[in-house]
Nanobody, 120 residues
Framework: QVQLVESGGGLVQAGGSLRLSCAASGSIVSINDMGWYRQAPGKQRELVATITRVDSTNYADSVKGRFTISRDNAKNSVYLQMNILKPEDTAVYYC??????????????WGQGTQVTVSS
């Protein structure tokens, strides 16, 4: 069994910063790519940023230059530093990871989500 647990969401004023964290635990052999997605009310879930095991990153155009994704392989964790936040960044943010478990299968897992609210 694998769990992803996010933390770090909250309420912040426009222009402010937040740092999200996500830690994976359970029967983990290795973790391939990890990422952050978000879903605003009435909208589909969208990709925010992804990072491979060797730190190759990819960002949505809307967050480039403002958000930074990083990971700590020793801690099975991924982070999202969010700067210059805008009201349109308001959403539930979800952690995602492709994980190989002790059954040697690779599957994608999701965290429970953490709310980020940016006030204008």
């Amino acid at each position: 069994q694998v769990q992803l647990v996010e933390s770090g969401g909250g309420l912040v004023q426009a222009g402010g910063s937040l740092r999200l964290s996500c830690a994976a635990s359970g029967s983990i052999v290795s973790i391939n790519d990890m990422g952050w997605y978000r879903q605003a009310p009435g909208k589909q879930r969208e990709l925010v940023a992804t990072i491979t095991r060797v730190d190759s990153t990819n960002y949505a155009d809307s967050v480039k230059g403002r958000f930074t994704i990083s990971r700590d392989n020793a801690k099975n964790s991924v982070y999202l530093q969010m700067n210059i936040l805008k009201p349109e960044d308001t959403a539930v943010y979800y952690c995602n990871a492709a994980i190989r478990t002790r059954t040697w299968e690779v599957a994608r897992y999701w965290g429970q989500g953490t709310q980020v609210t940016v006030s204008s």
